[in-house]
């Protein structure tokens, strides 16, 4: 036999026994292993970007660990109407276990004056498209702006890790992370496909699965190729995805991106709402507030980036393998689809 054939043959004996680890693996749970903050947390919330390609200041709130080295970097944008400080629950605990965490508050923010057409369907359509577009440019604006970031606050000279950036939301948020990790989806209405050719991020983190909207596809985010976390809960829907606001449309997913090509890990929390009882994004909604399920999305989502991020093996064995509804005494359930 040639030594061709040989090493052709010891290629595939390999890949066989991955496959049959992996299989077997997956029948067996392990524990899984929640990670306690490890740093204080400090707070800049007075910085804005100047914007001139869409002739606004960008306001930002940063949250960072007080510790020493470089920091990986993520990227956070709220959900409709609320702002960039509404999610401290998340983004200052990214922050005390080594992430540093950039929130801007974008323009259809009602902290800036922004009033959403309800009472056009059509018109709010074009108005939400328009917002749409300037959150994916605000995303990679800020990305642009990194080293004018570190020239700002003196403390992060020559600290931001950019080799594995995170995209992060809630809700539309959530929609405009995806939209600049590589989503794509079809307009019916004319056809035209919907997209950003943002390729930077390498990781997108989800709170609330934008699937749930009248105007989304179901799983929207299978066409999403960088290891992907959706956090939601048994009764996560917004208004749009209510019968409160009917959309005039569904988007669709291309045909040819319905088939999942990263690791998609799907956290569903039972009971838990699209605000958590106005823990996050809103507070003027019915409570009472749901810190429970706020913890274990807060505590498995660090889990999930340091095992992408941070290239942790036990937060990816975790993540991949872990028995969430032991962990959390059956209050929620971990897939990996």
């Not at 999403?224 to 939601?232: A, E, H, M």
Request: glycine content about 6%.
């Amino acid at each position: 036999m040639s030594s061709q054939k040989i090493m052709s043959s010891s290629k595939l004996l390999l890949i066989c026994i991955a496959f049959f680890s992996i299989q077997s693996c997956s029948l067996i749970k392990t524990d899984f292993n929640f990670v306690k903050p490890m740093y204080k947390v400090k707070i800049i919330d007075d910085l804005s970007l100047d914007f001139e390609d869409l002739n606004k200041q960008l306001p930002i709130r940063i949250s960072y660990p007080d510790t020493a080295g470089r920091l990986p970097v993520i990227i956070f944008s709220h959900g409709n109407g609320s702002k960039g400080d509404m999610y401290q629950g998340f983004t200052d605990y990214w922050a005390s276990h080594g992430y540093l965490v950039i929130q801007p508050t974008h323009i259809d923010s009602i902290s800036l004056g922004f009033e959403t057409k309800r009472d056009n369907m059509r018109e709010m359509q074009k108005q939400m498209l328009y917002v749409t577009d300037t959150r994916r440019q605000d995303m990679s604006f800020i990305l642009d702006s990194l080293g004018l970031i570190e020239e700002m606050v003196p403390d992060l000279k020559n600290r931001l890790d950019t080799s594995k950036l995170v995209a992060a939301g809630h809700s539309m948020g959530a929609a405009t992370a995806m939209l600049v990790s590589g989503m794509k989806l079809v307009n019916p209405m004319d056809g035209t496909e919907e997209s950003s050719d943002e390729n930077r991020f390498k990781v997108l983190l989800m709170i609330s699965d934008p699937g749930t909207m009248t105007l989304m596809p179901k799983e929207p985010w299978k066409g999403v190729r960088i290891p992907t976390l959706i956090s939601t809960g048994t009764k996560d829907f917004s208004d749009v995805g209510s019968n409160k606001m009917k959309s005039p449309f569904k988007y669709e997913v291309p045909e040819a991106l319905k088939r999942s090509f990263a690791p998609h890990h799907y956290l569903l929390i039972d009971q838990a709402d699209h605000y958590l009882g106005g823990l996050i994004c809103r507070t003027d909604v019915p409570g009472p507030p749901q810190h429970e399920a706020l913890k274990i999305a807060a505590e498995s989502s660090v889990v999930f980036l340091d095992a992408y991020v941070k290239n942790s093996r036990r937060a990816l064995m975790s993540i991949t393998f872990g028995d969430m509804e032991k962990a959390t005494n059956g209050k929620a359930t971990l897939i990996l689809k």
